[in-house]
């Protein structure tokens, strides 16, 4: 069964920076491309990044580059977002997800807060 | 970046009716090489992360109900529901991953009539 669990977030002043981390199971993590997608309270969904199998290749929505990082560590099966920088408007559930195209498995999701 | 408009915003259907939400992209997602349509719809219900229902713009995921479809071609797509159930109440987003960003439609609410 494949399962992606998050971590990481919270309430975080602006300007502030977190780290969340998604633990992936249930299948060959290492073969997989993986993203991020996030939901502001009450809003639609919004692609944040993705992240090729073996890391070399990596790509932002224009909103959070230069402040996210995505990286992966696939001896541990796990995905990473680096948030730096952060806005109100980053105030969102963040989703780890499978796969760089469609996406049939989605983590619980693990809400940031961002605000003074 | 491809933008996605979904239409209607927001939609009241009889139980046992056909539902149909619209979707148009900015410019075309179909990959050529393929002749495939980058393009999925996904449901997602209060409290819950989305769950796909269609990718390829009409290939339905395991498991999902034959009541729902997806058609269209290029930049224009539809998602129909056949027959209205009571569980099918949610909000519904379509999603190009023709290129990054991969970029939503804003959702459409779909309520019963």
């Known amino acids: 069964e494949v399962q992606l669990v998050e971590s990481g977030g919270g309430l975080v002043q602006p300007g502030g920076s977190l780290r969340l981390s998604c633990v992936a199971s249930g299948f060959m993590f290492r073969n997989y491309w993986m993203s991020w997608v996030r939901q502001a309270p009450g809003k639609g969904l919004e692609w944040v990044a993705k992240?090729?199998?073996?890391?070399?290749?990596?790509y932002f929505v224009d909103s959070v580059k230069g402040r996210f990082t995505i990286s992966r560590d696939n001896a541990e099966n796990s995905l990473y977002l680096q948030m730096n920088s952060l806005r109100g408007e980053d105030t969102a559930v963040y989703y780890c997800?499978?796969?760089?195209?469609?996406?049939?498995?989605w983590g619980q999701g693990t809400l940031v807060t961002v605000s003074s | 970046d491809i933008v996605m408009t979904q239409s209607p915003d927001s939609l009241a259907v009889s139980l046992g009716e056909r539902a149909t939400i619209n979707c148009k992209s900015s410019?075309?997602?179909?990959?050529?090489?393929?002749?495939?349509?980058?393009l999925g719809w996904y449901q997602q219900k209060p409290g819950q992360p989305p769950k796909l229902l269609i990718y390829w713009a009409s290939t339905r995921e395991s498991g999902v109900p034959d009541r729902f479809s997806g058609s269209g071609s290029g930049t224009d797509f539809t998602l129909t529901i056949s027959s209205l159930q009571a569980e099918d109440v949610a909000v519904y987003y379509c999603?190009?991953?023709?290129?990054?960003?991969?970029?939503f439609g804003q959702g459409t609410k779909l309520e019963i009539k």
């Open positions: 410019q075309s997602v179909l990959y050529s090489s393929n002749n495939k349509n980058n």
């Open positions: 992240i090729k199998p073996d890391g070399s290749e990596k």
């Open positions: 997800v499978m796969g760089g195209s469609w996406y049939n498995y």
């Open positions: 999603h190009q991953y023709y290129t990054p960003p991969h970029t």
